[in-house]
């Protein structure tokens, strides 16, 4: 087909049908220019001939096009072109949006779909308005974002006929936006902002017979936003269908809130109102219609909603009873009194009136009579008229229809009260759910001002579109022609202009007798000349107006009544009057109820009385002014916004899901507007791609010339002049190029032939090229059968040659091995007979040896026993002598020392030196010990040298035995060869292998017999090992259910913990504000503090200063050490002038200052007398630990031990008795130290007794330096005072600097003691009788612990700031990552060693607390998550390890075992660190999500890793062509930068493993979210590239080696979808292999896709429906109770497991950098 011949043969065009109203056919014969037929074939092969009119029938677009997502995107714009794509997309593809230029067409599908959950609003959360399917959230997204980015107000128009689903478009869009918009403010303002459309439902929305949930009132909601946060909204109402309160058609229902009434009149508190069922009242039963919702539940919901706006429980039980009144005034009878109607009456004793009256407390009296009269006012009378019958009717229902207005508006002010907000708002977005254009059988005053809006809002758009297309124009430089339009100003002047319809009904309504008839001749006096406006043919009162949709007659009736809007003004003031209900009078208190319903009978004016109600002298608007003011007012908020719309339409009218009538479809387009943006934008270019768009879509049409270089501007510029000659048919615009109708298509035509071409020249290569290759195989095949058919052969022949030698052989070694058999049997008889004889002989020689040997060896032990009895005696005596004289000795210089330690000067003298004697006693310790070692290894030596020599005799002893017992054996063996060949060998012989056989039979008996035991032993342990194999799958079945419930508890386990995380935020949240409040309301008053006060604080200061007692040192540690301060305060100055005072005051001050010196001179001279015991102390302390030092110098050692003697001349007595003599003086060394060490430590804690009562005297002193202060007026006096304090001060620090030295004694005395201790256990083996040496030393419950950091209570913050606050991985080079866990761990065995369990907790909690702190600080710092990730779970495996959990120490050594918590239960801190731990696991997780997700989609779905692939998919109309964000690259990188943290910080791989699991869930889920949301994303070509994406995915697991760690399973979705992307779609058995296939997707999903595949244009078909619908039946018999959603939670954790990893790292092998501040600590 060439460009000038598009109705050539095979062309596709539309025709009009009366049914489908337009059908598809093709064109047999080419249209030649003149015929006037045309020859067609309908779709169903039928021919037609189609007579031409004044134009050709429009044509069809190529079917790459249909369906396409924006209409404005099809190349021939036109009417049947719309409908068609529609119904594709609405029957087809399941589609109920669809864009149409900046129209957004939603047609209602009356059945509920999965695209509306929170998965889908995040999905188009932050996308543009093209890069996902049509969707009011898309569109909700494009009113936000602008109001966002440019602060200019936006709005939602939303339009069409009831029914068509407009009230859930609000819904949704108002969802939306709460949704996008709430979060960092007050969550009750969205909370109310949602509940404001169940109120507005219930007594707004009523049934009709075209929707269930008809809204019967236009209403404006505007959502205001400050820095995109939602603050309030606003709601405006719109003609508000009162006439429903008092009259239903058939088939439909009242409002709501009626129904909703009745169905709950058994509530307790609605009893009062004495509603029964709806069918029971007048003004609820007229339509007979039953109800098809729960109304007594959607009354709970409106009371929750009325609770939720801040409506309190009184107020709505009045409003209910206000309701309630006015279902029974309905049912008030009126009677009349004659035939002729001139007077009624209210039947007597009426229940209902008695209700009425009593709900809403007035007067029944009162009531029956303004009823059934009507009061006229002359000039000076006042006359009443009763009313007919049917006046009397119209009286009450206009009553009624008057109460339930002003409830209605009392309604929606309390709405908009509640949602207001007090900071106001900057910006805003209005929802506009207003009704659609209206045409019935029979159309009154509502429908005309349905209509008149319609109209208004049609030229608002019009104009918004006009202006639309003339920027898009302007921007792309095209030459600009201007577009006409259908410009419906005219109508809307005849509406609204001077003496149109709404003026000339106006005048009317002032008239006294004016009426329908007289106001229907003056329109047609007036208007009958406009081309508008018509005069019906038949004679009634009724009007015609050509509107913009079509045109509408009007009949007269009830408009001037319904302008008027009369009520009854005196029942007005009756319940004005009502003091029973204060909200009744607060809805009757305001003026402007409207027109009074009097009337003078007169033709003179009547003059007001002056009782009348003040509301009565100034008229009331009449409903069509205010509705035109209004509406006036809307379309002016309108124009300050940008305007966004949604045309809704209804697809059918008895509301059967995915049902498309095409009449009524059409007619709506007509009427809304969609029809007309088409139209303006086929007038101009409606198809517009940018050049890169073009230049790949259309690629193949491009010759070898046009390719040539890299503008690809010029390259389409030069291909359009050659493939379009036509220059009218496009225009090159700066960035994009724009085509008339009709030229895509053409282009596309070309397309599908250059592209069948090159797909018949692959196929001819390619089918030659399987034929050549099936012939080589073939060939192949014959030649491998020829060779293996020989070797056969050949094989064959060889095995008979071989089976032949085999047999020769075989013959031969069977001979020999009988042969052999014979003579080996008679050589084994002959050895056992020799055997057993020289067997007997040597036994006999034996015994007579051993009997001989046994006599010397006891009479040896015998005399070495007795001389060993008799030295041990002596040695014990002299032992025990030596002892007592050393006792002796002992106690007397003991008593000496005592005497000396009292002498002050005398322990001054040896303190001086006391250093240096400590320092030469730990060398001489360090000789002696040197020489100990020396002699041990000579004493080893010695003993070497001994074993070996007795080895040597022992050996040679031996071989003298052998060779003896040989000789004698030879001797006896050759006694007895020469017996037996005495005695006939022969015989014996033979008599002895008989014996032999019959035990040789005997045993293979007894073999028999085991071999019998042994198979029934196998078959019974058959038997067990089956029972236990049946008992061990039970195990496992157990096991497996265990473990089930075991995640499931774990899910719930780490949801609570989930929500206390959410709690304890909340809470921080709150103690921080109110911290801000509390430093923000109390400010510190800025005050001078007196010199008394700093001296009272000094001294304060000075008396708390640190003091450690005997019980303080061993409760926290034997190795804690004190800082004394830095910086001695330096004490004030007295003043140069002091003030004088008094005789009196200064003889009082001075008594007090001679006090006070008394005390001090006495504290001195004590603290003198102390220091020189103390001194004394020592020196004799360190006299005695000298003396076993010159004791071991002394004795010569050598000569102890006999290692002077020659080695010759050594024995081992010898040797034995220079150890024993070693271990008696390390006993007597260890015995003089514990005394010593006893005494010294008793004199210690004397002296610190002493050290307290001095203290408590200088605290008795600062009390009495305060009290003196407090007094005293003379600087001189505090001068001295100050000075005493200074030299107190300065003892008490001399004070500390001796118990620092006495501390520091006992250190080193401790090491001694140990180092000695320990040289006796390895020297000195205990001997029986006696108790080992080593139970002499057993160390206290206070010795000094191992492995552990000594701290302090008051180190706590400075702990935590050290290792948590402050911590930082990068400025401590050489640190481990768990270093902060593992500190943590040994102040806690700390605490554990001195039974301080509330210590150990207090730092735990404030551990878990400064940790939450950080990750609050740092929480999008995954570096940072991570860190504290791993300490948790390493301070957590700690606590485990070395715990009391036996199972936890199998992997201990036996050094590790050592440091186990021996008080401290870890239950409790586990349980805290296991919380926290799965709180640091999901930050961490929602961190990487939070990096992550901005570069899933642009990874997996939108970039190109295969090129050339996007070019089979045309781009789409919105859909931007930039380049993507991310590529898949970025993606594993980041997913390895998240891998490698791990493992740098030492996390357990199986928690890495679940993260990864966790983020490729995501990566899957988003991924297949965004797939199912986008149908162009559903095309072969985009199965393969995500399939190859997917592959690179699985190639980097494998590539890290996590292949095994469960993460590939959360990829199995994608990697289904895209198989389903790419499989046959046609017949049964595709169906069948896609239901196997797809065993992860839900049915829903796999419909989805289904759906929305998009065929290659000219190489695939279009998914048929029904094979969509046998696959979906299949799925749904597969999984029928699986899921049933349609997008993945993303959102969804799986459950943590925390696995037990213990440390490898030895407690004590711990290295802390200088750079932690950790100086203050003290290691043990």
């Not at 056919?25 to 006037?36: F, L, P």
């Not at 309630?324 to 009624?344: K, M, Q, S, Y």
């Not at 001078?1088 to 003091?1107: I, K, N, Q, R, V």
Request: aromatic share 8%; hydrophobic share 35%; proline share 4%.
């Amino acid at each position: 087909m060439a460009a000038g011949q598009p109705y050539g043969q095979g062309a596709r065009v539309w025709i009009p049908d009366s049914i489908h109203v337009w059908r598809a056919a093709e064109i047999t014969k080419g249209y030649e220019e003149g015929d006037s037929i045309l020859h067609l074939r309908l779709e169903d092969g039928s021919p037609l001939i189609y007579p031409l009119g004044s134009q050709l029938p429009p044509l069809c677009n190529p079917e790459c096009l249909s369906g396409k997502d924006d209409l404005v995107a099809l190349s021939h714009l036109h009417e049947p072109a719309v409908l068609h794509s529609l119904r594709v997309r609405f029957l087809e593809a399941n589609a109920i949006y669809t864009y149409c230029g900046i129209i957004l067409v939603a047609i209602n599908p009356y059945k509920l779909l999965p695209i509306y959950e929170n998965e889908v609003i995040y999905a188009y959360s932050g996308r543009e308005m093209g890069d996902m399917d049509p969707h009011i959230f898309a569109l909700a997204e494009e009113a936000y974002r602008q109001m966002v980015r440019f602060g200019r107000n936006q709005s939602l128009i939303i339009s069409g006929e009831s029914g068509a689903g407009k009230t859930a478009s609000a819904k949704y869009a108002m969802r939306y936006f709460t949704t996008v918009g709430g979060g960092l403010g007050d969550s009750s303002m969205e909370e109310k902002v949602l509940a404001s459309s169940p109120l507005m439902e219930a007594f707004g929305n009523a049934k009709t017979t075209r929707n269930d949930n008809s809204s019967r009132f236009g209403k404006y909601i505007e959502i205001g936003f400050s820095h995109a946060r939602v603050m309030g909204a606003t709601i405006k109402t719109y003609l508000l269908e009162k006439s429903r309160v008092t009259f239903q058609a058939k088939a439909e229902r009242n409002y709501h809130i009626f129904y909703q009434l009745c169905a709950s009149a058994a509530l307790p508190e609605l009893q009062a109102l004495h509603l029964r069922g709806a069918e029971t009242f007048y003004y609820t039963q007229q339509g007979r219609c039953s109800a098809g919702t729960d109304d007594a539940s959607d009354l709970d919901s409106t009371r929750h909603a009325f609770s939720l706006l801040g409506v309190p429980e009184v107020d709505q039980l009045e409003l209910f009873a206000i309701l309630a009144a006015i279902l029974h005034l309905g049912n008030v009878t009126i009677r009349g009194r004659d035939r002729h109607g001139e007077g009624c009456f209210v039947e007597p004793n009426s229940e209902a009136l008695g209700l009425f009256c009593a709900l809403l407390g007035i007067e029944e009296v009162q009531v029956t009579r303004w009823l059934c009269h009507r009061k006229l006012v002359t000039a000076g009378e006042t006359y009443m008229k009763p009313l007919s019958r049917q006046q009397a009717l119209d009286c009450r229902d206009a009553l009624a229809k008057h109460m339930y207005g002003q409830v209605f508006r009392w309604m929606t002010s309390r709405v908009n009260r509640a949602l207001r907000s007090p900071e106001g708002h900057h910006s805003s977005i209005g929802i506009l759910d207003i009704y659609g254009f209206e045409m019935f059988d029979f159309n009154s005053f509502e429908q005309f001002c349905i209509n008149y809006a319609n109209e208004k809002l049609q030229q608002l758009f019009n104009l918004h579109v006009f202006k639309l297309e003339q920027e898009e124009y302007v921007a792309e430089e095209i030459p600009w022609v201007f577009i006409d339009f259908c410009d419906n100003q005219p109508c809307i002047e005849l509406i609204e202009g001077r003496l149109g319809v709404l003026d000339l009904l106006n005048e009317e309504c002032k008239m006294p007798q004016g009426s329908d008839g007289s106001w229907a001749q003056k329109l047609y006096q007036t208007h009958l000349g406009s081309s508008h406006f018509q005069k019906p043919k038949r004679p009634t009162d009724a009007f015609i107006v050509c509107h913009f949709a079509g045109k509408v007659e009007y009949q007269c009736d009830g408009f001037v009544e319904k302008n008027r809007d009369t009520i009854p003004e005196e029942l007005v003031g009756l319940l004005r009057a009502s003091k029973k209900s204060a909200l009744l009078t607060e809805l009757f208190l305001e003026d402007g109820d409207g027109p009074t319903s009097r009337r003078s009978s007169g033709s003179r004016s009547a003059r007001p009385s002056r009782r009348s109600i003040p509301g009565t002298q100034k008229s009331k608007k009449s409903i069509s002014s205010q509705f035109k003011s209004s509406l006036h007012r809307l379309m002016e908020t309108l124009g300050s916004t940008t305007p966004h719309y949604v045309r809704c339409i209804k697809p059918n009218d008895s509301k059967l899901p995915f049902v498309f009538d095409s009449r009524r479809a059409v007619e709506q387009l007509r009427a809304c507007g969609v029809l007309e943006t088409i139209r303006i934008s086929a007038a101009g270019y409606p198809s517009r791609w940018t050049y890169q768009e073009f230049f790949e879509r259309y690629r193949a049409l491009l010759s070898k010339e046009e390719l040539v270089g890299d503008d690809a501007k010029q390259s389409c510029s030069l291909a359009l002049e050659r493939l379009l000659q036509d220059p009218s048919m496009y225009r090159c615009g700066k960035s994009k190029v724009f085509f008339r109708a009709g030229q895509v298509a053409f282009l596309e035509e070309l397309r599908c032939r250059r592209l069948r071409a090159a797909c018949t020249l692959l196929q001819r290569h390619l089918r030659g090229w399987l034929a050549r290759r099936r012939f080589r195989r073939i060939r192949a095949a014959a030649l491998c059968l020829q060779r293996h058919t020989r070797g056969v052969l050949a094989r064959r022949l060889t095995a008979e040659l071989r089976r032949s030698r085999a047999a020769v052989v075989l013959q031969k070694n069977v001979r020999m091995a009988l042969a052999r058999r014979s003579y080996l049997r008679v050589r084994r008889a002959a050895l056992t007979i020799q055997a057993f004889s020289r067997g007997m002989f040597a036994r006999r020689l034996y015994r007579q040896m051993v009997q001989h040997q046994k006599a010397v060896v006891l009479q040896a032990a015998v005399r070495g026993w007795l001389a060993r009895r008799h030295y041990s005696r002596l040695r014990r005596a002299v032992l025990y002598l030596q002892c007592c004289y050393r006792r002796a000795r002992a106690c007397r210089e003991l008593q000496r020392l005592r005497a000396e330690a009292r002498s002050v000067e005398h322990y001054k003298q040896l303190h001086k030196g006391m250093e240096i004697k400590v320092m030469q006693l730990q060398r001489r310790l360090d000789e002696q010990a040197q020489e100990k070692q020396r002699l041990a290894e000579q004493l080893s030596a010695l003993n070497a040298a001994h074993a070996e020599e007795v080895q040597r005799l022992r050996e040679e002893m031996r071989w003298l035995r052998e060779d003896a017992a040989h000789d004698a054996q030879v001797q006896r063996l050759q006694e007895r060869l020469a017996e037996l060949e005495r005695n006939s060998a022969e015989s014996r012989l033979a008599q002895e292998v008989e014996e032999l056989r019959q035990r040789l039979a005997e045993v293979e008996a007894v073999k028999l017999h085991l071999g019998e035991e042994r198979d029934a032993l196998i078959q019974r342990t058959l038997e067990q090992s089956q029972d236990l194999e049946e008992q061990h799958q039970r195990a496992a079945r157990e096991s497996r259910g265990l473990q089930q419930e075991l995640e499931e508890e774990r899910a719930r386990y780490q949801s609570l913990v989930q929500d206390y995380a959410r709690l304890e935020q909340g809470y921080e949240n709150l103690r921080d504000e109110v911290a801000f409040h509390r430093q923000s309301t109390f400010r510190r008053s800025p005050s001078s503090e007196s010199f008394l006060g700093s001296e009272s604080s000094y001294m304060s200061s000075m008396s708390t200063a640190p003091s450690r007692d005997g019980s303080d040192l061993q409760a926290e540690g034997p190795e804690e050490r004190w800082q004394p301060p830095t910086e001695v305060p330096q004490p004030p100055r007295p003043m140069e002038d002091p003030m004088p005072n008094t005789a009196v005051g200064q003889d009082r001050f001075e008594k007090a200052y001679l006090l006070l010196l008394g005390q001090l001179n006495a504290v001195t001279e004590e603290l003198a007398r102390t220091r020189e015991e103390l001194g004394r102390s020592k020196a004799s302390a360190e006299h005695e630990e000298r003396k076993p030092l010159d004791f071991l110098k002394r004795r010569n050692i050598a000569e102890m031990l006999g290692l002077g003697r020659s080695p010759e001349k050594a024995a081992g007595d010898d040797l034995k008795h220079a150890y024993d003599a070693v271990q008696v003086a390390n006993k007597l060394l260890v015995s003089q130290l514990q005394e010593e060490k006893q005494h010294h430590e008793e004199e210690v804690e004397g002296l610190h007794l002493d050290i307290r009562s001095l203290k408590q005297l200088s605290q008795q002193q600062a009390a009495l330096i305060q009290d003196l202060q407090r007094h005293q007026g003379q600087e001189g006096l505090q001068h001295h005072v100050v000075r005493l304090k200074e030299e107190n001060w300065e003892l008490s620090q001399k004070l500390e600097r001796q118990e620092r030295t006495t501390l520091k004694l006992q250190k080193q005395l401790r090491t001694y003691m140990k180092q000695i201790q320990e040289f006796t256990v390895k020297k000195e083996p205990p001997m029986p009788g006696q108790e080992p040496a080593a139970s002499l030393m057993v160390p206290s419950s206070s010795g000094p612990p191992q492995a552990m950091l000594a701290w302090r209570l008051e180190d706590e913050g400075r702990i935590i700031k050290a290792i948590i606050t402050d911590y930082r991985l990068q400025s401590s080079p050489g640190a481990i990552p768990e270093l902060p866990a593992y500190v943590l761990f040994l102040c806690i065995r700390h605490a554990d060693h001195c039974s301080d369990e509330p210590r150990a907790h207090s730092l735990l909690d404030a551990a878990i607390n400064a940790i939450k702190r950080v990750m609050k600080k740092h929480s999008d710092d995954f570096d940072v998550v991570a860190l504290w990730l791993a300490n948790a779970c390493r301070l957590l495996n700690c606590l485990r390890q070395y715990g009391r959990d036996e199972s936890c120490h199998q992997g201990n050594t036996a050094h590790q075992n050592e440091h186990r918590l021996r008080n401290l239960d870890p239950q409790g801190p586990c349980h805290s660190l296991g919380a926290l731990a799965v709180q640091l696991y999901q930050q961490l997780v929602r961190t990487a999500e939070k990096r992550l997700k901005p570069m899933i989609v642009a990874a997996m779905l939108e970039s190109e890793t295969i090129q050339g692939l996007s070019s089979s998919c045309p781009p789409t109309h919105r859909r931007s062509s930039a380049p993507p964000a991310h590529t898949l690259p970025e993606l594993l990188q980041q997913l390895g930068s998240f891998h490698h943290t791990l493992e740098h910080y030492g996390l357990s791989p199986a928690v890495g493993h679940q993260l990864l699991r966790q983020l490729l869930f995501l990566v899957s889920g988003t991924t297949l979210n965004f797939l199912l949301l986008r149908k162009d994303a559903c095309s072969w070509s985009r199965g393969i590239q995500l399939r190859y994406n997917v592959s690179q995915v699985e190639q980097w697991l494998r590539a890290q080696g996590l292949q095994q760690s469960g993460a590939r399973e959360m990829l199995e979705p994608l990697i289904q979808a895209a198989q389903l992307l790419q499989v046959k779609k046609a017949t049964e058995e595709d169906a069948a292999a896609i239901c196997s296939l797809c065993t992860v997707l839900t049915p829903q999903q796999v419909v989805k896709i289904l759906r929305a595949y998009t065929p290659t244009a000219g190489l695939e078909e279009r998914v048929s429906p029904a094979f969509i619908s046998s696959v979906e039946n299949r799925l749904q018999e597969q999984q029928a109770e699986g899921p049933s959603q349609l997008l993945v939670d993303t959102s969804h954790f799986f459950p943590v497991q925390l696995p037990f990893i213990p440390s490898p790292l030895h407690l004590d092998e711990l290295c802390i950098p200088n750079t932690v501040d950790l100086a203050f600590l003290v290691r043990l």
